[in-house]
């Protein structure tokens, strides 16, 4: 297998985890918490997540970044809106830093005071965080698919 193979399959089998490990806590254990304001089985969940969605993740800027290395060897075109692969990366890059600032303040701020009765609070970290998450995914594929070329 070569390089560019390897970091697209370590890619894929990161956002599958990063991808899928957010829709089934906003749209299954999210749900559920709410209406039983239970807000241990969110902290179990997301304890038991931790272990595999942060690696994931860190593979995901690792990998992503090799990646835009290929695509566009000089990172000052990185944010050029006007070239399409510039484009999707820094879409990309405003997407991570979106997800990174959620992610900090939900696990600064909102879990350490998480409550069976503000559970509202870490619902309004969790939605976002998921559909940045989907968009990623689909900006990932627009390299491909061309939607945002
Ligand atoms: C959780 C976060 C992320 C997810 C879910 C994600 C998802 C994806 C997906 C599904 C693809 C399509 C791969 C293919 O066509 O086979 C892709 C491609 C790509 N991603 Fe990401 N990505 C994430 C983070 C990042 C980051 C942080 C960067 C860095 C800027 C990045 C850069 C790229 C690049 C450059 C490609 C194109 C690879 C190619 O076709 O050569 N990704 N991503």
Redesign the pocket.
Known sequence: MNL?GLL?VL??L??SV??GGHLVLACSVLPKALRTRDADAVRRYEEGYERVGIP??IV??F???W??Y??LPDPSM?FDFSNPVGR??GI??I??AA?IGLALDARLRIIPKLKNDNLVSLAWHIVPVTLV?VL??V???S??IGWLY
């Open positions: 560019y697209i890619h894929l990161g956002a990063w991808v994931a993740l995901q800027v990998t992503g970044i990646l835009s290929m695509k990185w999707l990366i990309k890059l997407l991570l997800t998450a990623f995914l900006v990932g594929a390299f491909r």
